[in-house]
């Protein structure tokens, strides 16, 4: 027997003299919940109520593809162990009924007693059968299903699942016809959203499908056609309305196969932090590594959470300007990239900085990841015949005294340089900078040049592109009230507003461009036989940021009320100090500068840069405050190359993955 729940059925009875009515139900089936979308996946013709003794309303239903024209019973119970190994919606209860697919050009017969050895009560063949009754007109899909006894419609089954690390911010279902609709179902959960994923087995992966069955969510800037973008802000959510058409990137994805299931969340804007104080309209999500109490990272840190959390989640869609991807990554255990400038379509995505916004994706699985990644950036490969014969490194041991990150970066560096026949070769970008810089900014250090930049580029776009729309309107609809804006984003928003226009923005894209040419001419340069002649190896520490931690300094007003108070009194103290001397103790000469972040020079040279977890770090610099016990913390590296070189670090991280040095990681509290 199976328990039927009716949603929004109600709402419908009241409104069935003026509305068309669409009903969509949950059903228990055993342990598990089902929801079953109101429009059928298909229809038998020829049905009628007596054909199966059930009484039930809805009837679990399986279909079973053969090209065998002597169908046993040997082969329905071969389809039925794949379906347990391959799919998590499907299970022995939705045996049932089954429906049988001949997929083949002759025509079939079954065997005498099949009826009787697939112990199914309810047996039904397609029209190819001689003996067929009820049957679809057309071929359908393998897997679990749905019958209504009364009208012969078939749904399709989605298993609900709970978002217990509190990830995503919307549950959808995709409809055949492209559009996404809000979730209509929920299990018990305490403060988690349900979400509803559809059988694997209803799009296999194929040539033509190389992303088939994949499960996808997709960073909440992003458009989805039916659903309202919220990007992370309940005001903006509350005065949009939904989308009528999907963002470019998501569209690329779905017509490789890939299934919607949800929107992750994310900082407010893509430009609030991963502190639970730039979380207040959408709580942080639960980065489940570790104790489960670490921060997930920022902005795309819902998308990399999700997928680091659950098994049933395949791939998710994020964005990165300045490390929004790489970043939640490399903290989640995952992997993630950052694409090359304008590699992918962000026509339906919010803006943050128009010029160095890019879409990338988070997987567990390395050949999975490169497969979407290679459909996501189709039309923007570049051609060649070699992989690079140079291998650069940033110091990857400096200050490093733990021996089993050591073995793990050296292991993967001599993998990489037999791999490219190269010898690996540490480089310095600051020092790269310093001896050669553009001749337009030899007075100004890298470090300086990309923070200045990245602040500069973030605050004015997204002040033009996002903020002053939202206001203004937000404004007009509310009596001249204003929404609640993370601080640290108003503050950037108004600075920009203040101190930037079109012209110092010209000024600083112009800056950006001379960097960019300069690290192709300087750092990594293109090559016609290799794309980029080298690749340039950076390290991902494990990073301990304990979530229920307030918030960093130059996040919290708070903090930075007292940080400014502070700064005020020594500079205070500073004049009253004798000459030559200063009042923190250290001369201006012996402070050394912060050197240049590899994923900010990265952003502004447009580079592609992708994330590799290799493993986790347990030692008693991972005690944790809520378990009481050291933990594991992933780490891993980033790599760099060439600007529209992204399938070469593709085809590298494939060959590494041949080797066994890459590997697929796991859902949960550890990688492995």
Known sequence: ?????????????????????????????????????????????????????????????????????RVSADVIKIAFERYNRTDDVWSSLFTEALYVEYTGNDTPEVDENFVKNVDAETVLLSSHFTNSKAHCNSTVPEGPYFLNTYTGRVHAAYRLYADTHQAFIQSSYQSPTGTHHPLSAGISAAGSLTIAVPSKLYTPRTPEKPLGGVRLAVKDLYDLDGLTTSFGNSALFSLSSPATTTAAAVSALISAGAVVVGKNKLSEFAFAGGSQMDHIDYLLPFNPRGDGYNSPGSSSGGSAASVAAYDWLDLSIGSDTGGSIRGPAAQN???????????????????????????????????????????????????????????????????LSQQPLIETFNKFIEAASNLLNATAEDVSLDALWAASPPASLTNTSIANITTELYSNLTQYEQWIHTGRPFLTRYAAANNGELPWVTPSTLDGWMNANATMDAATNARALAIKKAAAQWSEETFLRRSNESCSDGLFIYPYYPLFQFKPFISPQDSNPSILQLGAALEEAMTAAAACAPKNSTAAGVAPEQQEEIPVSTQRFASIAGLPDYVLTLASYNGPETFSNKSMTTQDIPYGIGI???????????????????????????AGSKIA
């Open 640 to 666: 760099v190359a060439a600007r529209g070189c992204d399938f070469v670090i593709l085809d590298v991280v494939e060959k590494l993955t041949e080797m066994g040095v890459v590997r697929s990681v796991k």
């Open 333 to 399: 255990g995952v992997f993630g990239n950052r694409p090359s400038q304008d590699a992918v379509d962000l026509t339906g995505a919010g803006v943050l900085s128009k010029s160095m916004d890019t879409a990338g994706l988070f997987a567990r699985d390395p050949e999975l990841w490169s497969v979407a990644n290679r459909v996501l950036y189709a039309k923007t490969s570049r051609t060649y015949t070699a992989l690079p014969t140079k291998l650069y490194t940033s110091e990857l041991f400096s200050g």
């Open 1 to 69: 027997m199976i328990s039927l729940v009716y949603l929004g059925l109600l709402a419908s009875i009241l409104s069935l003299q003026t509305f068309a009515i669409s009903v969509t139900h949950q059903i228990k089936l055993g342990e598990i919940d089902y929801f079953l979308p109101s429009d059928p996946a298909w229809s038998l013709s020829a049905w009628s109520y007596d054909q199966t003794k059930s009484k039930d309303e809805y009837l679990p239903l399986t279909v079973v593809q053969t090209n065998e024209t």
